[in-house]
């Protein structure tokens, strides 16, 4: 449960970057595209606060077996949002 922790609270760091880097490219241009991307980080942003909330308080809810598929998601979201990273700077 620990990795899918971290990967969530990383994928909201970075989240949290490209929130910050939106929101200035949509302050500047007012493009619709930038606006929409300043709402799709907002909302991925909550569900990754909702998850790692959700994985701390709940953890003991969760069986062994769904943790590595757990671990995945917040794994592959994490390498996903890093490339989006990239690609914006």
Do not use: C, D
């Not at 970057?17 to 929101?23: K, Q």
């Amino acid at each position: 449960m620990e990795i899918a922790v971290v990967f969530a609270v990383l994928n909201v760091v970075v989240l949290v970057i490209l929130l910050s880097m939106y929101g200035k490219i949509a302050l500047k241009s007012k493009a619709a595209h930038s606006v929409g991307l300043v709402v799709f980080a907002t909302f991925l942003l909550a569900q990754n606060l909702t998850t790692v909330a959700a994985y701390v308080s709940m953890s003991h809810l969760f069986g062994s077996g769904a943790l590595p598929a757990l671990s995945a998601i917040s794994g592959m979201e994490f390498v996903g949002l890093v490339v989006l990273a990239k690609i914006t700077f």
